[in-house]
């Protein structure tokens, strides 16, 4: 028997790896960005446990679509509560349910590059799950991941621009 099923939605839905809780730097609690590629880390029975990429050895799945923090310091805290700052915002804590993207189209501020991103580049994942050019830092030179692009930038960005922080839109190949 072969059952067709509906992959973007399906796929959207999965969890995130509860081992991958080390912060991106001391001063913040954040451990992945919102739009940071992910690939499959395993499964948890019957859901799809991801994880933000981490070398070039890992094959991309699809982007996070919400930011990923450490836990709360329970002293201030309650178990199960939330800091006021956070209600309402894209953020999950290490090991909660996570929404992955798939295709379509969407806007990121996610990647590593020190030269223009034009409309039409294909944009590769790097081995700190950023997107980069092929000429771009972090690119990585062989395997998987040098050979295909998962996602084209849809509009034209200058390195001032990029160094700002200003959403590149893109239409996702994964």
């Given at each position: ?7 973007v ?19 913040t ?10 690939t ?6 019957e859901?799809?446990?991801?994880k ?23 002293e ?6 939330m800091h006021?700052?956070?209600?309402g ?8 349910p ?31 799950g950023t997107?980069v ?39 996702l190949?994964?």
């Amino acid at each position: 028997m072969f059952i067709a099923r509906e992959p973007v939605l399906e796929n959207s839905f999965c969890k995130h790896d509860p081992t991958q809780d080390t912060p991106m730097n001391a001063s913040t609690p954040i451990v992945s960005p919102q739009g940071a590629v992910c690939t499959i880390a395993g499964c948890d029975g019957e859901t799809t446990v991801v994880k933000k990429m981490e070398s070039c050895d890992e094959i991309p799945f699809g982007f996070l679509m919400q930011e990923i923090r450490t836990d709360y310091n329970h002293e201030y805290i309650p178990w199960g509560g939330m800091h006021p700052r956070d209600v309402g915002t894209q953020r999950c804590f290490v090991g909660d349910p996570i929404g992955v993207a798939h295709h379509g189209i969407y806007s990121t501020n996610v990647y590593d590059t020190d030269e223009q991103i034009n409309a039409g580049d294909f944009l590769y994942a790097s081995a700190s799950g950023t997107l980069v050019k092929t000429t771009g830092w972090g690119y990585c030179d062989s395997g998987w991941n040098n050979l295909n692009p998962i996602a084209v930038a849809m509009n034209t960005l200058t390195v001032a621009r990029l160094e700002n922080g200003r959403y590149l839109h893109i239409k996702l190949l994964i």
